[in-house]
């Protein structure tokens, strides 16, 4: 069993999990290794997947209607450390719990770091929903977030804003900026969100990925 608190000056995030304490400061936007999570009290999570080009309609052998030119596909493996456990049904362990269906479960932040082929591509940090009441958020607009990185002497550039493929901007107000030379997005309002990117290539649907991990139906399964 896990307990997370927010604690110190810093705001650093403490997690207690198998007498392992988790005193990593996730805002700080440093790269992190998949081994230095898992002794951090992280739980690992992994499904595997295909992505790639589908056959055009638009091109057709003439004779028996297949395609000619072959799909192309390649197979990955996606890998997830979350601070939110497994959920047990019938003995039998599953998936994270489904955070946003269990609100009530979840005290302090939920953070998650997504691997595709052991290589991090991002990180999401966030207050649980509808909890507010009993939730300390650290960003409550733009001058906070820049504020608490002046403070840490880490370097913070504001940038401006695109619009990402499949991203939802009715969560709330979305800010952009460099820090730590990697890009951050924050939603601020409603689940308070924080997502890294540590690729320069952006997929552009990171939140939607973030809601897949934790769906109750949720794909991934539980390593340790």
Known sequence: MKIIAITSSLI??????CGKRDTINHYLNEKITQGALSNSGFYKYTRDGSEGIVDSLNNLNLENGDPTISSKFTNYTMTVYSNIPPVIKKGI??????VFKNKSKIEGKIITYFFRNDILEFKSIISPPTI??????LFKNKEDIKNYYNNLKIPIKEISLEKLRNHNDSIGLRAKFIINNYESCFYLSNGNEMITYYLNKKRGNEDMLVWDFYNENSSYKFIE
């Open 132 to 137: 507010e009441k009993v939730q300390i958020k």
């Open 12 to 17: 650093a995030l403490s997690l207690i999990s």
């Open 93 to 98: 362990t599953k998936g994270p719990i489904p």
